[in-house]
T-cell receptor, first 115, second 112 residues
């Protein structure tokens, strides 16, 4: 167990629908990252939050949004879902903005299937 | 062209073989180089990282970075069936907890 908790583990939904993915970072970690992993694109950075504030944006679609709450958990909202949004969505966390080592800890992911 | 290129494999080797996994990159600003291992249906886990050029060894794993060639490698000695996974390289300019740039991953299968 990495300490990063993601729910749900699996999600099947129809095109046009809206879903919310949830992430609880490791205890004490202030920074949360969301990544999308699809077969043809690999791991793509979506967005980063640090202590409740948006820190960096990657290739996140306008249909997608995220937030980090005061208790540091984060939610990724995906709306107007399309078949191409089917992917694994990973959350990762790290303790502080700048540390003595790079990288961060990933959760086990949410597998989203849009039908 | 992607910033980080990685052969997707699959790479199949017999147990006990030496495995070589590689990535090339184009951004000269990258200073930290990481290798993540991802088992099926699990999240990536950090195996090891190196700073700038040079080698780093951790048990059966050795990471090498050649910044002049923009080429990094991960060697696995005495490979085991439990090493069967997808290996992703990742890079970043510093430890500033920014987004990492990942390779697409190489799927490794170690046959018993």
């Amino acid at each position: 167990d990495s300490g990063v908790t993601q729910t749900p583990k699996h999600l099947i939904t129809a095109t046009g629908q809206r879903v919310t993915l949830r992430c609880s970072p490791r205890s004490g970690d202030l920074s949360v990252y969301w990544y999308q992993q699809s077969l043809d694109q690999g791991l793509q950075f979506l967005i980063q939050y640090y202590n409740g504030e948006e820190r960096a944006k990657g290739n996140i679609l306008e249909r997608f949004s995220a937030q980090q709450f005061p208790d540091l958990h984060s939610e990724l909202n995906l709306s107007s879902l399309e078949l191409g949004d089917s992917a694994l969505y990973f959350c990762a966390s790290s303790p502080i903005l700048r540390g003595d080592r790079p990288g961060y800890t990933f959760g086990s992911g949410t597998r989203l299937t849009v039908v | 062209q992607k910033e980080v290129e990685q052969d997707p494999g699959p790479l199949s080797v017999p147990e006990g073989a030496i495995v070589s996994l590689n990535c090339t990159y184009s951004n000269s600003a990258f200073q930290y180089f990481m290798w993540y291992r991802q088992y099926s249906r699990k999240g990536p886990e950090l195996l090891m990282y190196t700073y700038s050029s040079g080698n780093k060894e951790d048990g059966r794993f050795t990471a090498q970075v050649d910044k002049s060639s923009k080429y990094i490698s991960l060697f696995i000695r005495d490979s085991q069936p439990s090493d069967s996974a997808t290996y992703l390289c990742a890079m970043t300019p510093d430890t500033g907890r920014r987004a990492l740039t990942f390779g697409s991953g190489t799927r490794l299968q170690v046959q018993p």
